[in-house]
Every structure is written in C-alpha cells, then in structure tokens.
C-alpha cells in the first residue's frame, strides 16, 4: 500500500478514536502515534504532500488514488470545506492532534464559526477550501506557500494518445480520459481561487487536442460556477473533453484547410458530432451525457446549427455549456483562416447571439465567470508552469 494511502487510513482511524473515546485515553493516544509514525514515513518521501478532496475522488499531488476510491471520508472532508490538506516538514504530534480536533468540530458541528478555529490554525499544515471560497486571512500566507508547480504538459500528451488510440480503429481509453479530468481539476484549483489554466496552440494541426482541453477546464469552471456538486463538474469536464472526439475521422486537410470548404468537405465536418457520439457509446454505454454533448454542441438555441434536427427539441443543459465554452475557445485562438480574437471581442460576441444561438443564462453566467476569474485565467505553453494563486 503507498504511504499516501497509508497516512490517510490512519488518519481516518484515528479520527474514528478521538469520536469513541474520552480526551486521553490511550486508544486516542495510540491513534494519534499512528497518524504522526506514518506522516513522518510520508514526508520522508515527499516534503510537501497535498491531498485534494474532490468529491468521491482523492488526488495525491497529481495522481488519484484509485486504492481509496469511494473512501467515506472524502465526502465528508470535502463537505466540510477540508478540500485540500497539505504537510510540510515543520508539523508537530501536537498539531496533527489541534487538527483532528478542528476535523471533528467541523464534523459534528457544521454550524461553527470557523473564524477561531482559523486562527489557530498550525503552521506545519495546511488544509482548507479550494475554490472561490477564499481565506482572505491567510492570503498572504497562504500565496507565499505555493509549492505546487503544475504544466499541462503530460495531460496534452495524453489527450493525443487518446485521440490517436481512437483514430487507430482502438476503443476510447476511458480510464485515461478520467485521469485527465481529474488532473485539470486539481490544476484549476490553487490554493485560493479557480485557475482557468488554458493551452496555448503550438501547431494548427494539434488545434483538437488543445482545443479538447480547453472546453474541458472551461466547462469545469462553468459547471463550479453555477454551483453545480464535484461528480456533475467532472462530469460536464469529461464531456467538455471529449465533444469533438467524431474529429478523429475527419482528414487532416480539412481540419487545417485556411480557405472554406466544399459542400463534401462541409459534409465531412459536419458529421463529427454523431461520429464522436457513436464512439464515446461503443466505448461506453454509461456516457450518455457526454455523448448527448458530442452531438449536440453544434446545435444553436434556435435549432440552427448541425446536425439538423428533424422534430425541434430543447438540448441538454450541458450541451448550451459547452457549446458557449467551445465557440470562446475556438475564437481565442489562432486559425489558419484567422487570428485569435481578443477577450473582450469574444464575450461581446456571445452577449450579441444570447438568445439566438446561446442560452441567454449561460452565456451570462460564462461572462460573469471570465470577469470573476479572468485574473487566474492562463494561456499557458505545454512545458510552462501553471501560476498558481
Ligand atoms: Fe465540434
Ligand atoms: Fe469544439
């Protein structure tokens, strides 16, 4: 078993303890031994271990650890805005004791007023909220700890894998297409505030796979701005990423082609919604949502847009989203037949279709958000670190 899920069993051990027995009780002692002996294992491998609580899921760093998935605490951590822990080596006994005690108050009494327990807070660890929910307190404190130094490099790489896995007649990785999503996730949350962390394009020809990213973290920051809970985030994030997977079965020339197309070429194109769809279903047959986005992100409000329907319906929430999400990130970026479009113009852009081609909430939602968070917002190069808050 890895030290990371090591020190988490004992911690919840522990917790389990301090909630059965009486302050002093050796039990409680015993426990608390554990869950310092095996800090101290953890630390000796990684000076700075974070763990971030997403929903069901927990994050080591970058990695999930998939030993403890649908582990009961991490709900329940989560819901009690411990969505980040993090360890330095400076932690005492005593400070991993104050901090069980604070993770049971906040346990048993949801209501308290954290502001105390905030300032008591021990200086070896760190632990908290990740979201727009910031501790003002501790900004400046919290900013100068920052240790985490993410790129978006090997996620890219894997989008490509997954893209040339799916071109190559191979079924969708489905497993690696989570763990990106989870991976952006933990990058879009710093230690204060949501990072839009967005690829920069190196190439026209790799525009899908950046692309793919991007709508995927945007969607993520939508879906977390409209207070939507961590599953249907990532939910909304797997199907941001794979919307325009039905591309992989349309040439290379036409992807990248700087004039218009031909109506064949335009055919061609225009049928990468149903295309995508029908692979994310061969692949699985669970990822209704996703597939329901891949077809229908190209269909406007007004039922514009492809594949034509032939009994008008309403589409799904989370195909309004991400089609706001996809038409911003194709507009911010260079293409072969024009030049990426300035913010500003872009949002003027959506504001000016709301209603005809964009959900009119959505696209006013996806503005306040860009206002919000256009601070953390990043175009950032493959191998360049993400800022962090
Ligand atoms: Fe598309
Ligand atoms: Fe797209």
Redesign the pocket.
């Known amino acids: 078993m890895p030290l990371a899920v090591q020190f988490l069993t004992a911690f919840a051990q522990a917790l389990s303890a301090l909630t059965l027995y009486p302050e002093g009780h050796r039990t409680r002692e015993r426990a608390l031994d554990a869950v310092f002996e095996k800090l101290n294992d953890l630390l000796a491998e990684d000076p700075t271990p974070v763990y971030s609580f997403l929903g069901d899921e927990i994050v080591y760093g970058h990695i999930p650890l998939r030993e403890l998935r649908g582990w009961e605490w991490a709900p329940r951590l989560s819901n009690i805005g411990i969505q980040r822990l993090q360890f330095d080596q400076t932690v005492t006994r005593d400070q991993i004791g104050e901090f069980l005690d604070d993770v049971l108050a906040r346990l048993t009494l949801r209501a308290i007023d954290t502001s105390e327990a905030r300032q008591m807070r021990p200086s070896g660890l760190r632990y908290g909220a990740v979201g727009i929910k910031g501790d003002e307190e501790h900004a400046s404190e919290e900013t100068a700890t920052a240790t985490i130094a993410f790129t978006l490099g090997e996620e890219a790489q894997t989008i490509r894998w997954i893209h040339d896995e799916v071109s190559g007649n191979h079924a969708l990785p489905l497993g690696e297409a989570e763990a990106v999503v989870r991976a952006l996730s933990v990058a879009m949350h710093g230690d204060q505030q949501v990072m839009l962390p967005l690829l920069k394009l190196r190439r026209f020809d790799e525009y899908t796979t950046t ?2 990213m991007n ?1 995927c973290v945007l969607a993520m920051g939508l879906a977390q701005w409209l207070r939507m809970s961590a599953d249907d985030v990532r939910s909304f994030g797997l199907a941001g990423l794979l ?2 997977l039905g591309k992989v079965r349309v040439s290379k020339e036409i992807l990248t082609k700087p004039g218009n197309l031909t109506p064949q070429e335009r055919a061609e194109m225009n049928n990468h919604p149903a295309e995508g769809a029908r692979l994310i279903l061969t692949a699985e047959a669970d990822l209704d949502l996703a597939a329901v986005v891949a077809y229908e ?1 190209h269909i406007m409000l007004n039922g514009a847009g492809y594949p034509g329907l032939k009994y008008a319906r309403d589409c799904h929430r989370a195909s309004k989203l991400v089609h706001v999400c ?1 038409v911003y ?2 507009l911010r970026t260079n293409r072969p037949y024009r030049d990426a479009w300035p913010p500003d113009k872009v949002l003027a852009y959506l504001e000016e279709r709301s209603g005809t081609e964009f959900d009119g909430q959505i696209a006013q939602s996806f503005t306040k958000m860009m206002q919000a968070w256009e601070p953390s917002l990043a175009y950032v190069g493959e191998s360049d670190p993400v800022p962090t808050t």
């Open positions: 692309h793919s709508v919307h325009d992100h996809d990130d194709a």
